[in-house]
């Protein structure tokens, strides 16, 4: 299983961290976990095509985390290439399927990307399915209405991806044994923010979920990355990186280790 980040920002407008985005690479599978702004730019940017994805997931529908999802509709309509190759599979809360509906009787039939081009699924929290040989289970998180957590497993490796969340212990029993966890440490430790998690408690979640490895990431201008390192690093004793956008990590029998940059 292999892990790009495509966006380590916030809704925060930045060259260098752009909203949160992720590539997973597993199984037969290509995966999208979020689609902020600029996903799809930085996706090309690292060198792949968006042709390839099978899979998109949102975690849930603030803008920072679904903006790109319209363009995505959109060219999936209009652009040639992606309306003969492209067999994408739509995952979210039914709840972001309603909020799709209200946009459609907006933007009309520009957004009504047919099937077998766009598959929607949508999940409640604890279903699960397999895409391209990975099983995927969703906990509810703790963050907005239609939030989901979700838990990748494909090829001996399990990677859980949050959101944007604050901790739980249910969110530490989903997470349990994870090989990595994502975490969105959105505040510092000394000034945290409602619904989010913080680099303390980030170490915390890891350390109780007995997780491999722990990425950081959704920084904003106000938290400092080392800092956040250094404090999730005297709560949990497994390897800890803050993400920037274009790091590579691979997980396989010997854990988690990162490959670029
Ligand atoms: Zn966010
Ligand atoms: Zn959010």
Redesign the pocket.
């Known amino acids: 299983m292999r892990l790009t980040v495509l966006g380590s920002g916030t809704c925060e407008l930045r060259a260098r961290r752009s909203s949160p985005a992720y590539l997973v690479q597993a199984g037969e599978a290509n995966l999208m976990l979020d689609l902020g702004q600029g996903a799809w730019r930085r996706l090309m940017e690292c060198g792949h095509d968006p042709a390839a994805i099978s899979g998109v997931i949102i975690?849930?529908p603030?803008l920072?985390?679904m903006a790109d999802l319209l363009p995505l509709l959109f060219a999936l309509n209009y652009d040639p290439r992606l309306q003969e190759t492209a067999r994408m599979t739509l995952l979210a809360h039914p709840g972001v399927g309603d909020m799709l509906h209200g946009l459609e009787a907006v933007f009309g039939s520009w957004l009504q990307a047919p099937e077998p081009t766009l598959t929607r699924r949508w999940l409640e929290p604890g279903q699960g399915c397999e895409l391209g040989g990975v099983r995927l289970s969703t906990a509810s998180a703790r963050?907005?209405a239609y939030?989901l957590a979700w838990r990748l497993e494909a090829d001996g490796a399990s990677l859980v991806y949050l959101?944007?969340s604050e901790a739980g212990d249910e969110l530490a029993a989903f997470a349990q044994g994870a090989d990595l966890i994502i975490c969105?440490c959105?505040g510092s430790d000394d000034a945290p923010k409602e619904?989010?998690l913080f680099p303390a408690g980030c170490g915390r979640l890891a350390d109780r979920a007995g997780a491999g490895a722990l990425l950081l990431s959704h920084f904003y201008r106000a938290v400092d990355p080392d800092e956040a390192l250094a404090s999730a690093r005297r709560r949990f004793a497994g390897p800890v990186w803050a993400a920037r956008d274009a790091m590579v990590l691979e997980m396989d029998a010997e854990g988690v280790h990162q490959a670029a940059p």
Do not use: P, R, T, Y
């Open positions: 975690s849930h603030h920072d985390h963050h907005h939030s959101g944007d969105h959105a619904g989010h």
